[in-house]
């Protein structure tokens, strides 16, 4: 019999019941519930709402209901609704009368949020991790291909010549920042609503500090209503989850084009290729299209909850019952995200001749030769359009930029002199790079020192 | 070892495996799959590209396997990847070479999207008789309660008296609309993509009109490339369920806001009802909330698609494997919803004591008094206004207009006569409503003798 | 004063006048309204509701002010609220009493949505315009590029030879189902909610079958309240809207890639095309990433929508005053998104030789080779696992499967003979293709002739 | 002419620069463009870029122009493009050739992003004001209500009784969460992008740690590419845009369900409602309807972002112009939601009477029997049962808890004496509360006190 049935003549229908459980996906906070309810009978037991015998059949009986679930061997009944009363019901059928006393000063309301916000929180943690080994994935990368020039672009149009280890250690700042977000929704959710009970509180002598210790909670919340009420936990942590999925979904895509044929920069090794069913040639990327795809799940999680909790009235809903898969959802895609592009990264090599092969096309120096106009005294929306003809001409003639002759220059503006050819060719061009953050070199293996003592990579270490 | 593992030297490795792996969930596809391959492989003994031996031992096998697969006996393997392989693979297990054949002239590109365009076409049959069934729950509830009036409302303030039928009736006009929407979405995926092959058709002498007839298409779709490459069907669906399950959030608000103390005008039986854990006199209506709240996931569904097959280029790629699950959990969502909302229209009853009790409240016939007005010929502005002050003078009064007695009135508008009275009071009011589609007695009587008739509903039976 | 101002004795706050404030977008709805009241006015004379003479000022009143309006001399008042009190205010300035008359019988929650529906009824037409206008561009992209090989690819990798055409037409396919959904949506709304008054109709005598046919709905909505309730219809089109603009992402995401250095298929004409403010080199396809830029703008004013419709009690609530924005940005969003590519579509050429050098890497012949030995009674399986290891073969000597020599075929299978050269070279292998809606020449000319047909381009006219 | 027409030869059509310009939204960031090339070009000529009287013309031509735009004399031209553009191209028309050496070391790459993040940092601000402003609002609300139980729902249902200050305090809790996830947003933004250029960096010898501290950032952005790629901080912004939306509308949701006729526990003065424009009674909670309404545009906000970012290589792409119009909608937005929800909050009274009327109406004094039963050392769960029972006895007896006599308790369990009505009744049962953060007195006021200090509210004005 329902464990709220006391005025109810009749049970659910069949199709109700079935609607309506959650145990089928909330069985997974187990752990969580164990725990809270563990520190909530310590705390009932200390201050007099529990004798110590009462408890400690609790505890024990707590204990063997884990064992059972870690080994299989427990029975989830879909009859019994949810996780919490599964397990309350459960620990009635081992240890009898104590069990009842288990949801004193307690309710669904404040238990679940409580499981919730333990659940994140450990989450969190492991995302956190997760991102760590992407980012030593990258970084040792970056380390395997010192030197290497890359086309930069932007509009998908060759800009500008880049280092590509300027170009992976800016993977390696997005995820530092996805990381800081984590962090600071960890740190807001560590409240906690534990002893709001239904959404009132109580007249029971509870002590909320003691729980919330026990829990590794800052404190508790300060107002019940709201503890059992908001879910912008959830939603704080799917938006951070839509960005690093946003993230990942940019690096996706760039190692698929740079994959292709046409590109050719980057060759994945078979153990992170598929094949196809009908065409015997083919070798596709497919774990970094799945990770772009799959941002699409992570962004429609948090549509989901931004939805649900849309418009509701304070304190528990039973809508609120619907944060739980898309929650478990993201966290989980992100994780299989984060992780398949660290294997991805570890199982790629760059086509260094292909790329170089590459180079000379796209004008990449132009722009530093308008910059070589400016340190003449051009101004640079005049050394602009010198440069733009230069191009012009370039593109009638099919050359390079290093290809026109001094007397060419000169004719199109007399302040060229010899030393332009400083400035032109990726290389040198590459070289020329100075400022802060920016390609040059030196500016890079800055930064790459950095990142390799932050995330604890010895220097030696290319592998 | 893979299927198109032919210019492989090594395998995935485990974390890839596991991340890119679809069985797990595509296998809900079997039954297409198998009507599919049964399809192709007697069009290709036909077309002389397998002999009938070959045809006929490859269709036994693939009975074999559907019955293992329903008996549950079959060894679903996520080192074969998806449903295709599983299938196939199982298939040269048990019948050796003929199976090798089978995947003549066709592609996992082709194949998955025809099982798909199968799988949808079957769900909008079953969306649409679930549809059905909750508006003949909605047309029965509505013969149940002839005659009752209650409050309409905008902005949820009351507005005006109308009967309870014409409210239970225009959800049944946006359900009908839901369905149309089903239907037209289901006629315009009937079209056939097996032979497209990987996305360029094939030189090989196949009949795509035998396939596509044998699978109830209207034709074979047009296009190669378009065949494999779009997932618009999914989007429409998907769309399709997202208005659907709108609609049953209104139902689901409505239903809850109606159940509560406050409006107490429903009252659901034990038997949709549940109760709360901390609190022994709740009795909550839990299946609408979650019908309310079960509507973002659908949402989020839509979403997830819509970001997917932004930006892809033409073709496979292997992003779309993740249209399924999102299509799977909208189209289950929707029908639990809907088949819970049926439950739950067969499982209230009106509280008629206490509505009307409430009826008085809220000067619900203050417009048939402005109409009254009109027809004495004052122009309707006019007329608004002078009893927008009756209705001031009301509030100051703490009565109803029909307690203003003539000479107030008057002190308001000469033009007031006994006859005003005609128009006063809920009941007199609705007995004035005589427009096409109004809650007048006969017109409401008229729609729901057509939805009697449109659902097959016999009149005299209200239960 | 406000037209509802009766039982007010106080007016709202600046604050609040300017948050709820419609006018400044509804305006747009001006010519719908003007169309909606003269049908209502002339219903009202016609039924006596109204003086003829009555209706002939509205009539010259609304004429007077919708020159006005076009004339951009109608002083547009934030505190007369929104379109129709705007217009119905001014309508009384300008004629008098015979104005107060224009509002029996109609209250702005049916005149809105009717106005609405005209609206949409109106923008349907011309996407669907914009879009065969596209269908005409790529068909005629189409004719000017016969024979045109270039590479399909299925996850970004090269997959088979295809003929540019059957690309193109590939797009074309998709955008006529949207035209489709289009028409559907558009059959699907044409229905008159006005006379469903606040929610309940009315009980002047009003015949709803004049004004839906003189607005040229196909009927009257037959149930009041749901006129006024809901906005599935805006739900509908703001769906296929994001299918369409989904359509235009990819386009936009294919024509962006073939714009870059390592394609080089697609040469966008300085028209289409812009400049870099800093690198004078650069010329970018901005129309087309625009293009799929903005596709997310309608994905948003899609789920705007969704989440305000979420939840709503029946009739009408202010909410729903919010349906208007993500309405008129998503259509006139779509229809720059249609134009722009139609245009960049006109101004595009394809790098034919470019195009031909690029043609012989990715072993597209592959497949075509495996249907060689098919038909040399070999089961496909096996036919692909011996091409797979002949493209082992060349990828270790660096060269095509057309260079491998019969010996080196026959020693990885002995059914190899001489006419395997007849399906190898992408040429060669586009002829093999032969099935229905396939990549051959004759089946893509089929499709071509029927496009031509269909969009009535002349077939000698390829410009 | 384009100022980066060097190498072209043709102009965008019309269809193109209508499409493509963005001036007549981005033109909002000319205050923040403004002030960063002032920095920009006090920093170029620190660096020897530039003369200091060509800087001291471009910081008088700056500020001419910005007095301009502020006096609405400043022509803004499409065919400018941006608000980059239209300055930088007034200013060569004002003061000549100086300003063609602004862009020295710039691109538009880094300048619209360095704007876009200072715009965001003051948005921040003036946000985190509207929610201390609506804060004070409902403390204010709250000291005026001192002592006002109302019902406390969960699932709609009746659940326990709460004081109206601890309720009211749960949304000044959700709000100040709010504020602090704005405020990690602003931390994280304000790094300085500017020199980063088109995506490389420069040559140059430019100082960005000069212009970063002009600009108030904590330093220049380590990366280059990073810092012209990422719109992450929009994402974040947008994100917790969203949860104060959701917040508000569940607001919005409560105070139209508490102003309707059924609950009739809020009463909107006239200066934040409205009527209706056929019933002449109505007077409506229309602003919060909005507020409820318009969280539906800031998801929609997000979610637009959120498509326009995904799958997007590195480095900047056109797409991402369509990042500014969701941000500046979604920021105005919810500032008009905060705004007017405090507005709002200064104009209801709550109506005593009526909710004290209300109070025994849904035994929420349940729970605190229960917990009666538990200090009689009855287990909780026995103790629900109980009390489930008892409430059952009251519905078929029609009656409250408190009118079942003694004997009547004790038929249902022996251990009820006479003190059991100390804890009956809604008063005593709210006074009986005394965990952290319940809704008892003390616990209320001390909260309130926190509040009030935190908030510098004067404890003795309660207006």
Known sequence: NKLWGGRFEKSVTDCVEKFSESVSFDKVL???????SRAHATMLAHQGLMSESDRDAILRGLDEIQTQIEDDRFVWRTDREDVHMNIEAALTDLIGEPAKKLHTARSRNDQVVT???LWCRDAIHQMNACIKKLQVA???LAMQNEGLIVPGYTHLQRAQPVLLQHLLLAYVEQLERDSGRLIDCSVRLNFCPLGACALAGTGLPIDRFMTAEALGFTSPMANSIDAVSDRDFVLE?????????MHLSRIGEEWVLWASEEFGFLI???????????MPQKKNPDPMELVRGKSARVVGDLMTLLVLCKGLPQAYNRDLQEDKEPLFDSVNTVIGMLDVTAEFAENITFNKERILQALPAGHLDATTLADYLVKKDIPFRTAHDIVGKS???????????????LT???DLNPVFGEDVYEFLGVEKCVNKFSSYGSTGSDCVAKQLFQWTSKLDIESNNKN
Do not use: F, M, W
């Open 268 to 278: 994945p090794s078979d153990a992170v290729s598929t094949g196809s069913s009908i």
């Open 237 to 245: 942590l799917l938006s951070v989850n839509s960005i690093i999925a």
């Open 138 to 140: 990258l970084v040792k």
């Open 30 to 36: 187990y752990k969580q519930d164990i725990i809270g």
């Open 408 to 410: 060419e220059l000169r």
């Open 115 to 117: 499981d919730l916000r």
């Open 391 to 405: 191009v012009a001409l370039c593109l009638s003639k099919n050359c390079q930029l290093l290809d026109l002759t």
